[in-house]
């Protein structure tokens, strides 16, 4: 086993200073400043960027500033002492390779001077006692002899002294100013006291700002000449404005021959954020920042260009702390800042090439080739594990410069770096990280992301008040409650673990699950960080990679899905949705629900929790749990809707009665997964033992018990899903406030609901689905002990199932296959809308030539695919149908071995189920039978009459009877006749059915039209003879046919109606044939009826001047009865001619000449009568115009009776109807 300290220098502690540069050392002491600096790509252009910066300050002669931004560890101190190096030519660092083209293009900073001057601002009072007092230190130290700058309000005060001592002179100065001083050693302040002279005088002007005599000299000149300056007295050294020190400093660094000055403010960004409380003190601080850029003391001789260190937005810092209007108020004053200041970035790109030169140098040529060999294996890990370390910001080769760090750790380093901690650097936490891993971390081993969380713990402060109240939380969260948890899980504790008095395994046990719970902390804290960001099961273990190891590859995110369950089913703040792959998170606040769930402890009883389980059992089933005493459950089972009784209670209760449950249905039993104290398992199957109520179809599923880590969960779902209900979580949380108690209520609602994951977990692994987590139950029961029988025919095996949905379908699949061994397998659910839809596809299959038929479209071959094939009714190719004689030939061999007999439906059905029963739904049976009767020409009949039999409709009573087929060409014939005699619309294809149904339709007709046909024949064979002079008419033959027809039929056997139908000569046409059947019945009543014929002979008989009308009507009368029915209709013609013949009788009178027939309108003078010629009697009258005319006006009227009297007076053979009506316009509403 080779440990990484073996590869690379590893200390064994880290020192406060490691990493860390005073920018004042790192000048003064260029070759170590330089030794250890790395110059990247991206600092090149950072340094040409701020040495371009400053040569525009020099040539305009302006001031300028701008923001040095990079997160902490990214080098701002180290930048700026190469910076100052570099300007102040330095050769070692103007030697440095990488920087050889930007020194090369910045020659201008040769002969020059710069004075680089660090500030550290956290602790200043302001601005002026910072850039100014600071500056005077730093030009002190760098230059002792040099004057004071004029910054200080006491300087003025002093150069008043000497002009009162040059007015006074010294001895009357001297004299006055000593005025309130004690001899020596007198009032006990020695020679602190001693009086002024001028060698004293001229000292303590010299001294630095708050030195003891200088401070003395001040309060003694104010006490005695200048009261005026009374506010310099007793406090800390005041000073000029910035705007007017700024110039100051100018004027005092070009004495010193400077050409430009170079400020680097460090801190000076968190130094205001530091006072974000104070809204004034930001505002007032914040807007002399741009003095340094804008002056309106525009004395300054040589630039000042200023460098604020910033590693984060001051919007960020401060933000939180203000209301919304300072907000906006403080964005527009930042705003005004950055307009006027530029920006060098210093990026976290960095961070990479600088760790592997300074953090992770091998400790030889050979230990870096083992790296790199190592690192070569590692990176053949899982294509979604290398992508997750990778995140989308890195490629292998940063990865390569890093490790044993990862891309990830790195991202999430730099974000808890630049958020939590105030001194320790990213460099200095990796270096920390492999301080703590030093004694165990081996070659090809990757620190895991968890493991940061123990190194910002114990580190600095956040910087604003929310992230440290935020941080404090989250290490309240893992001290008092996570890890508690932890350390019960593993019964190991952590005090025991750092002393290293544990159990090896259970501290790597409790350690690795820790990083799990560290590593959603750390989520929680920098929620921004992309590794961070959507933690699956996967992503951690990724993000920890080598920490967990599955028995199974891949699946360790699994495992730690399961693990994080049933945490957060202790511990509300963990979230797990439900998705696919769940997202888990930790929500990090200050409020404890414990109180809350132990004031409603007395609602965990055992009905609640009976109640419950019943609840999550019957939710897995998706049974309504409508409170009845049977339960009814449906599913598929092979294709087929099946539905069993379930029964969830105490088996050691249940009587004989209650366990036998309903005849003919199967029932199952579920039994508690707990009990009273001092029962068992045991117990139910005891009772079991006792059953004595005979043979039944029920099935007992025993559970193993539930422990009492799963018992306790149980118990405390119990007390959230009760507080959760209604308004009861308000009273019981009311000693929270409104916000907090919102929290605590989404608190509990997480809770529960991982409480219900898990519980449907453990009661997986109680009923025998599943057998993880372990630990859900206490005795766990062998495979026969859970399963038990009634049918003592039956022996259940355990169902496999990925849920308990799927585990119980597999147990009932066992009792229906049990109960149906020979069920095929159909790959659809068998509905009747299908059998429906398939039959059509089969019956013309069964009817094309060798039963093989095109199915056309491809969703119906699909169906028909799935249910004629299993059912070995016909194979589904292609795109064909071909029909086997698979049920043709069992049939019959059942037929003959029950002893022949007929053939009904109910005993197809029973040998559809020989020799092993099929359990087939009835629609499905009844398409096997139809397909059956429909390859054997076979009928369907009920007691002895005809039945229409379809796929919902097929009554055990009906009997097939064997149809035999005519010959095809009567059957044509036949086919023919039925449609255009007796209008039949039938099934053209020659099989049983077919003819079955021509021959019953046919047969009813002939019964319908029988008496009808009969009573017409004798009617025309009695009215033509007595009116047509005997003729034998088209009428006659046609009726005389029909009763022929209606008799060969009825005379027929059944196997005889097609040819009979076909063989009938008919005297007439089929067509009036068909017309006499369909009319007999009412031509018969018409020749029946006697009004008709009594009028008729009174009118033949009429001998007077209207017999020649009456000899017209006589005719048209025979000829009526001689024609056939289509020719003539018999009832309208006989209707035509009583009212001619009523007319007739009606016109008798005893003129000798017929009554002229007058057109004349009323005024119009009468035209000569008309005398109507006879009318042949063989001919028919022609209709030679019909015209109707609506609403006509008076004038309208008169000129269309003028144009009728016109042609009727022309044409003396025309005879003319009217109707006429006359009406007002608008009478009526």
């Excluded at 083209?101 to 710069?114: C, L, N, P, Q, Y």
């Excluded at 601002?121 to 760098?142: C, N, P, T, W």
């Excluded at 001895?171 to 020695?190: D, P, Q």
């Excluded at 007017?244 to 400020?263: E, N, P, Q, T, W």
């Amino acid at each position: 086993m080779t440990l990484l300290k073996d590869l690379i220098a590893i200390p064994e502690r880290v020192h406060q200073g490691d990493f860390v540069l005073q920018l004042s050392k790192g000048v003064t002491e260029p070759e170590q400043t330089l030794r250890d600096y790395v110059v990247t790509p991206q600092l090149v252009d950072a340094f040409a960027n701020a040495l371009g910066f400053i040569q525009q300050a020099v040539q305009t002669g302006g001031s300028k500033a701008a923001y040095l931004h990079g997160s902490f560890g990214s080098g701002k101190s180290h930048f700026m002492a190469v910076l100052n190096l570099l300007l102040a030519g330095n050769t070692h660092a103007r030697a440095t390779p990488e920087l050889a083209d930007v020194v090369a293009r910045h020659g201008w900073t040769e002969g020059r001077k710069f004075l680089l001057v660090p500030y550290h601002m956290i602790g200043a009072r302001d601005m002026e006692s910072a850039i100014l007092g600071q500056y005077a230190d730093f030009v002190r130290k760098q230059h002792p002899n040099a004057p004071v700058p004029g910054f200080y309000l006491a300087e003025g005060l002093f150069k008043d002294a000497r002009l009162m001592r040059e007015s006074l002179g010294d001895t009357a100065f001297f004299a006055k100013l000593n005025e309130g001083s004690h001899g020596a050693g007198e009032g006990g302040w020695g020679a602190f006291e001693s009086g002024w002279d001028a060698t004293g005088f001229e000292a303590a002007m010299l001294e630095a700002p708050n030195g003891e005599e200088r401070s003395r000299l001040v309060g003694d000149l104010i006490t005695q000449f200048f009261s005026a300056y009374r506010t310099l007295a007793g406090s800390d050294e005041s000073f000029v404005s910035l705007d007017d020190g700024l110039s100051i400093m100018s004027r005092h660094a070009k004495a010193l021959g400077y050409d430009a000055v170079i400020l680097f403010l460090d801190e000076l960004v968190l130094w205001l954020a530091s006072h974000a409380a104070d809204v004034n003190f930001v505002s007032r601080e914040g807007t002399k920042l741009v003095k340094l850029v804008e002056a309106t003391n525009a004395d300054r001789p040589i630039p000042l260009v200023s460098f604020v260190a910033r590693q984060r937005d001051l919007r960020d810092l401060v933000g939180e702390n203000l209301a919304g209007s300072v907000q906006v108020q403080f964005s527009d004053v930042l705003k005004h800042w950055e307009a006027r200041f530029h920006r060098i970035t210093l990026e976290d790109r960095n961070l990479p090439a600088i760790a592997e030169r300074r953090v992770l140098r091998p400790v030889s040529e050979a230990a870096r080739q083992t790296l790199q060999g190592t690192f070569d294996d590692l990176l053949k890990m899982r294509k979604d594990v290398l992508d997750t370390l990778l995140t989308t910001t890195a490629d292998r080769d940063m990865f390569r410069k890093v490790y044993p760090f990862s891309p990830a750790l790195v991202q999430t380093l730099i974000a808890v770096s630049a958020a939590l901690q105030r001194e320790r650097t990213a460099l200095k936490l990796m270096l920390q990280l492999l301080v703590d891993r030093r004694n165990d971390l081996e070659l090809g081993q990757l620190i895991p992301v968890g493991d940061l969380y123990d190194a910002i713990a114990e580190g600095d402060e956040p910087f604003s008040e929310g992230m440290r109240l935020h941080f404090e939380n989250a290490k309240r969260l893992y001290n008092q409650r996570l890890l508690p948890m932890l350390e019960r899980q593993h019964n190991v504790t952590w005090e025991a673990i750092k002393l290293g008095q544990a159990d090896p395994a259970a501290a790597k046990n409790l350690r690795n699950d820790a990083r799990l719970l560290k590593t959603l902390l750390l989520s929680a804290l920098v929620p921004e960080v992309e590794a961070l960001k959507a933690l699956t099961g996967p992503r951690l273990a990724a993000l920890n990679h080598g920490t967990f190891k599955s028995p199974i590859q891949g699946r360790e995110g699994a495992d730690i899905i399961r693990k994080c369950r049933d945490w957060a089913s202790e511990i509300g703040e963990i979230k797990i949705t439900e998705d696919l792959q769940p997202v888990i998170s930790l929500q990090v606040t200050g409020i404890d629900i414990e109180p809350i769930l132990r004031a409603a402890e007395a609602n965990d009883n055992p009905g609640n929790r009976r109640k419950r389980i019943r609840e999550a059992l019957f939710k897995e089933l998706e049974i309504a749990d409508t409170g009845d005493l049977f339960n009814t459950y449906a599913f598929n089972w092979r294709g087929t809707r099946r539905e069993v009784e379930v029964l969830y209670e105490n088996v050691r209760e249940m009587t004989d009665d209650r366990l036998r449950g309903r005849a003919g249905t199967w029932t199952v039993v579920l039994d508690f997964p707990f009990d009273d104290a001092n029962f068992g398992p045991a117990d139910d199957i005891a009772r079991l033992a006792t059953y004595r109520g005979g043979d039944t179809k029920t099935l007992v599923w025993i559970p193993s018990f539930l422990s009492n880590k799963a018992l306790a969960d149980l118990g405390r779902l119990v007390v959230l899903d009760y507080i959760l209900q209604g308004e009861r979580f308000e009273t019981y949380a009311g000693h929270l406030s409104f916000v907090d108690r919102v929290q605590a209520k989404a608190m509990a609602r997480n809770q529960l609901y991982q409480l219900r994951i898990k519980l449907r977990s453990q009661l997986e692994v109680a009923y025998g689905v599943s057998t993880e987590p372990r630990d859900a139950v206490s005795s766990p029961l062998t495979a026969d002990q859970q399963f038990r029988s009634l049918d003592p025919t039956l022996s259940p095996r355990p169902p496999i199932g990925a849920d308990f949905k799927s585990a119980f379908e597999s147990l009932l699949g066992q009792l229906f296959a049990h109960q149906f061994p020979a069920h095929p397998e159909f790959d659809t659910e068998i509905k009747p809308a299908v059998i429906r839809k398939i039959w059509p596809e089969v019956q013309k299959a069964i009817e094309a030539p060798g039963q093989r038929g095109l199915v056309q479209d491809s969703g119906v071959r699909k169906l028909v695919r799935s249910v004629v094939n299993p059912c070995l009714l016909g194979q589904m190719g292609e795109t064909h149908l071909l029909i086997e004689p698979h049920w043709q030939s069992r049939f019959s061999q059942s037929h003959a071995r029950d002893g022949g007999g007929p053939i009904t439906v109910g005993k197809l059905r029973l040998w559809i189920d020989t020799p092993a029963p099929m359990g087939l739904p009835l629609e499905l049976q009844n398409l096997i039978v139809l397909a059956f009767a429909a390859s054997t020409n076979r009928r369907f009949t009920m007691r002895g009459g005809p039945y229409e039999p379809s796929v919902d409709s097929l009554p055990d009573e009906l009997e097939l009877r064997e149809q035999t087929l005519p010959n095809p060409s009567d059957w044509q014939l036949a086919l023919q006749r039925a449609s255009s005699l007796f209008g039949l619309t039938l099934g053209q294809t020659l099989n049983a059915a077919n003819v079955g149904k021509l021959v019953d339709e046919v047969k009813q007709r002939v019964v319908d039209k029988r008496d009808a046909v009969t009573r017409l024949v004798v009617q025309v064979r009695d009215r033509s003879g007595r009116y047509a002079a005997g003729a034998i008419g088209a009428r006659q033959q046609t009726a005389e046919s029909a009763q022929s027809l209606l008799a060969a039929v009825a005379s027929a056997a059944d196997s005889e109606v097609v040819a009979a139908l076909a063989a009938v000569d008919l005297q007439t046409s089929e067509a009036a044939v068909g017309r006499a059947l369909g009319q007999a019945k009412s031509c018969a009543d018409a020749l029946e009826t006697g009004s008709y014929w009594q009028l008729f002979d009174v009118v033949l008989k009429l001998s007077d001047q209207r017999s020649v009308a009456a000899q017209v009507i006589g005719r048209r009368l025979a000829e009526v009865l001689t024609s056939d029915e289509h020719v003539l209709g018999l009832k309208g013609r006989l209707d035509e001619l009583q009212r001619d013949a009523m007319g007739l009788l009606a016109a008798a009178t005893p003129a000798p000449e017929p009554a002229p027939i007058s057109m004349s309108m009323p005024g119009v003078p009468a035209t000569a009568p008309v005398t109507i010629p006879p009318v042949p009697a063989n001919l028919a009258p022609e209709v030679v115009a019909e015209k109707q005319e609506l609403h006509l006006t008076g004038v309208e009227a008169v000129a269309a009776l003028d144009d009728l009297k016109a042609r009727m007076t022309n044409e003396r053979d025309l005879e003319l109807t009217l109707s006429w009506r006359l009406q007002r316009k608008g009478t009526q509403l």
